[in-house]
C-alpha cells in the first residue's frame, strides 16, 4: 500500500479541532529590553534585560542568544531570565537563525558565520553573493537569507556551508528587512512595511499586503495570524491572509527583532498553523514525506522512514490539546 492511502486510510473520517492556544514571541528593543507578547492577548511584558540594544534573536533549548549592534551575542537562560554569558562575534549580527545545534549570525555586509554557542567559536563563514543582509532563517531543512537588495536565497542544511549552495529563492517587491515561514508560505517583510508572501516549495509569489511601517520583525502566529514589528514600537497582529488587523498594541521602545519562541508547539502536526488539525495538515505531512523535506521527520532523527508515518498517525488520532 502506497503511503498516501496508508495515513488516508489510518486517518480517514478524523478530524480534530485545536482550542486556542497563548503562544509567545519574544520581542527584543533597541533600549535592551526583553519582551514576551501572548499571542492571544495581544499583551507584552517585560521579561528581563540585554547588555545591548537587540538587533537579533536566536533559541536552543532553554537558552535565548542575543546579538547587539556593537558586536556581542548574549546568552539569556529563559527559565532564570537572567544573562548567562556573551561572547565577541566579528559581524553586526543584523540576523541570527539557528539549526537547534549552532548558530548562523549574519553581517548587513552579506557575510554569514556559523558559529558554536557554547564558546562563540567561529566554525565557517560564507559571503553571500547579494549582501546587505537582513534576515535569516531555517525552515524545514532549509538555511534561508534575505536582505536589502530584495533578494531572498536558500541553501539545505545538508549541504556544505558554501555560498554556492544557495539558489535564489525569491525577488522580493520591497528591501527585505524580516521573515517568517508558516506552513508552505515564505512570509517577507519589507522596509517599505508591504508583507509578501511565497509558496515555500516554489518560490512563487502568492500575494501581498500592506504591514506597518517598516516591519523590522515578522512572526508567523497559528490560525494563519501573522506578527508585525516596526521600529516604532508598533505591534500589529493581522490576519496572514488579508493583512486585516487584529490587534494593535505599542510596546514603547523601539522593536529591533522578534522570535517566536512556542508558537504552534503545542500542536506539531498543525503543520500548515492553520489551528486546526485536518486533512489539510495530512496532505501536507504525505506532500512533505514524499518530497523528502524534513518538515516530516516527526521522530527527529533526521531519517524519513515508516516511523514517522507512524508517529503522525498516532498523534493524529489523540488530536491537539
Ligand atoms: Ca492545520
Ligand atoms: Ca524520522
Redesign the pocket.
Known amino acids: 500500500m502506497s503511503t498516501r492511502r496508508c495515513i488516508m486510510g489510518a486517518l480517514a473520517g478524523i478530524a480534530v479541532a485545536a482550542a486556542a492556544h497563548a503562544d509567545t514571541v519574544l520581542i527584543g528593543t533597541q533600549f535592551s529590553s526583553i519582551l514576551a507578547y501572548n499571542t492571544e492577548t495581544g499583551a507584552a511584558t517585560f521579561r528581563g534585560f540585554c547588555a545591548g540594544p537587540v538587533h537579533s534573536m536566536a533559541v536552543i533549548g532553554d537558552t535565548l542568544y542575543l546579538g547587539d549592534d556593537f558586536g556581542s551575542v548574549y546568552s539569556f537562560d529563559l527559565n532564570t531570565n537572567l544573562l548567562t554569558g556573551a561572547f565577541p562575534v566579528s559581524v553586526d549580527a543584523t540576523a541570527m537563525a539557528t539549526d537547534g545545534e549552532v548558530l548562523f549570525i549574519a553581517d548587513s555586509g552579506g557575510e554569514i558565520q556559523k558559529v558554536d554557542p557554547q564558546t562563540g567559536a567561529v566554525l565557517d563563514t560564507l559571503q553571500t553573493q547579494f549582501g546587505q543582509l537582513t534576515s535569516l532563517g531555517v525552515h524545514w531543512g532549509y538555511l534561508y537569507n534575505g536582505g536589502l537588495s530584495t533578494v531572498a536565497e536558500r541553501a539545505s542544511l545538508f549541504d556544505d556551508f558554501d555560498a554556492s549552495s544557495f539558489d535564489i529563492f525569491s525577488v522580493c517587491g520591497g528591501a527585505i528587512n524580516s521573515m517568517t515561514f508558516s506552513g508552505i508560505k515564505v512570509i517577507l517583510g519589507s522596509t517599505n512595511g508591504t508583507i509578501y508572501r511565497y509558496d515555500e516549495f516554489h518560490g512563487d509569489n502568492i500575494g501581498y499586503y500592506a504591514g506597518g511601517t517598516d516591519s523590522v520583525g515578522v512572526a508567523a502566529l497559528t490560525g494563519n495570524r501573522l506578527l508585525i514589528a516596526d521600529s516604532s514600537g508598533q505591534l500589529l497582529q493581522v490576519d496572514g491572509e488579508t493583512g486585516d488587523v487584529l490587534m494593535e498594541t505599542n510596546v514603547g521602545e523601539p522593536i529591533g527583532a522578534l522570535l517566536a519562541l512556542d508558537v504552534g508547539a503545542a500542536c506539531p502536526l498543525?503543520?500548515?498553523?492553520?489551528?486546526?488539525?485536518?486533512l489539510?495538515?495530512v496532505q501536507l505531512f504525505i506532500m512533505l514525506f514524499l518530497q523528502n523535506r524534513n518538515g516530516a521527520d516527526l521522530t527527529g532523527d533526521g531519517v524519513l522512514d515508516i516511523a514517522d508515518v507512524g508517529e503522525f498517525v498516532s498523534q493524529f488520532v489523540v488530536g491537539c490539546p
Open positions: 498543525d503543520l500548515d498553523l492553520s489551528g486546526i488539525l485536518d489539510g495538515d
